[in-house]
């Protein structure tokens, strides 16, 4: 058999693996976010203290641990600069990761996009997730329900913690988790389509 049609052959055979890899990728089962935490999706927040926005970067999908790695499509970054506990140069980061499509669900539920806010006094986790609020309210306010009291190490509601409130401004629910946050839960006002579930946090 010449060269070039053995070359020919190892190539052809590599295209069809490919295919045959990308196939069994488009169809595998979604990854459920329940119970993950989602990484930073930026680089060096840890050095932001002192320099700012030029110690951060938005990270690259491929940097990113598994199963993320995998799930991210895209990443974008804004950064503000703000002072840090001692006056000093520090960094408020909001970043977006886009997901590939059909690649992560939270309670079943498809997510489009995760959304992260983060600086030394706040964070603030949004999942943007394909469905109506009313679809997936009784749905996801069980679930924040049930993760708090699990967090809490109880099964029963004290003194408000982990017991669903009407947010009217947002046409949704709050939920307080803890001394520092909560958990908001309504419709996209960019999307009535879709749904926000936030978790967030302020010192």
């Known amino acids: 058999m010449q ?13 069809a693996l490919g295919g045959i890899a990308s196939v069994a990728a488009a169809g595998a089962a979604p990854v459920e976010l329940a119970g993950m935490d989602p990484p930073s999706w930026v680089h060096g927040a840890d050095k932001a203290s002192g320099r ?6 938005a990270r690259r ?3 990113l641990p598994a199963p993320w790695r995998g799930l991210v499509r895209t990443i974008t970054m804004q950064c503000t600069p703000m002072a840090g506990v001692d006056k000093e140069p520090d960094a408020s980061t909001e970043s977006v990761a886009t997901l590939r499509p059909g690649a992560a669900t939270l309670r ?3 997510v489009l996009a995760l959304r992260l806010s983060e ?7 949004q999942y943007v997730l394909d469905a109506p609020h009313a679809e997936v309210a009784a749905l996801l306010g069980a679930y924040i329900k049930a993760r708090c009291l699990s967090r809490a190490g109880t099964t029963v509601v004290v ?3 982990c017991e669903p409130m009407a947010d ?3 046409g949704g629910t709050y939920t307080r988790t ?3 946050g909560g958990a908001w839960l309504h419709p996209d006002p960019d999307d009535a389509r879709r749904t926000i579930l936030a978790d967030a946090w302020s010192d």
Do not use: K, M, Y
């Not at 060269?3 to 295209?15: M, N, Q, V």
């Not at 700012?52 to 970067?57: K, L």
């Not at 600086?119 to 986790?125: E, I, K, L, N, V």
């Open 52 to 57: 700012g926005c030029r110690a951060v970067r």
């Open 108 to 110: 079943g539920i498809p």
């Open 178 to 180: 803890s001394e520092l």
């Open 168 to 170: 009217e401004g947002n």
């Open 159 to 161: 003194e408000g913690l």
């Open 61 to 63: 999908p491929a940097e």
């Open 119 to 125: 600086s030394w006094a706040h964070g603030d986790t």
């Open 3 to 15: 060269p070039l049609h053995r070359l020919w052959i190892s190539l052809a055979c590599l295209a």
